[in-house]
Nanobody
Framework: QLQLVDAGGGLVQAGGSLRLSCAASGRSFSSYSMGWFRQAPGKERDFVAAINWRDSSTYYADSVKGRFTISRDNAKNTVYLEMTNLKPEDTAVYYC???????????????WGQGTQVTVSS
């Protein structure tokens, strides 16, 4: 079992940056792949980025490639999402997730954070 706590959201102007963090408690954080998803009002929860447990390979949605960076610190049981050059369309609630394999389908991830709101003004 993992408990995940998301933090770091806020209001930022277009072109600005934010860093999200997700702190995990429980066993074997380093054995889980970690991901970030986002959900805008009235829309499905979409894949944003992920980092696998085996070799820390990273994966990104096309819409965030080159702007977002996912990283993990296994010593701190924390995963980060550095977001730069933010756009209004990035506005959503962002959720971290933990699972065994990296997939882009939200329902296949095992554990979820509570979400943190990111709002990008134009």
């Amino acid at each position: 079992q993992l408990q995940l706590v998301d933090a770091g959201g806020g209001l930022v102007q277009a072109g600005g940056s934010l860093r999200l963090s997700c702190a995990a408690s429980g066993r074997s954080f380093s054995s889980y792949s970690m991901g970030w998803f986002r959900q805008a009002p009235g829309k499905e929860r979409d894949f944003v980025a992920a980092i696998n447990w085996r070799d820390s390979s990273t994966y990104y949605a096309d819409s965030v490639k080159g702007r977002f960076t996912i990283s993990r610190d296994n010593a701190k049981n924390t995963v980060y999402l550095e977001m730069t050059n933010l756009k209004p369309e990035d506005t959503a609630v962002y959720y971290c997730a933990a699972g065994i394999v990296v997939v882009t389908t939200a329902r296949q991830w095992s554990f979820w954070g509570q979400g943190t709101q990111v709002t990008v003004s134009s």
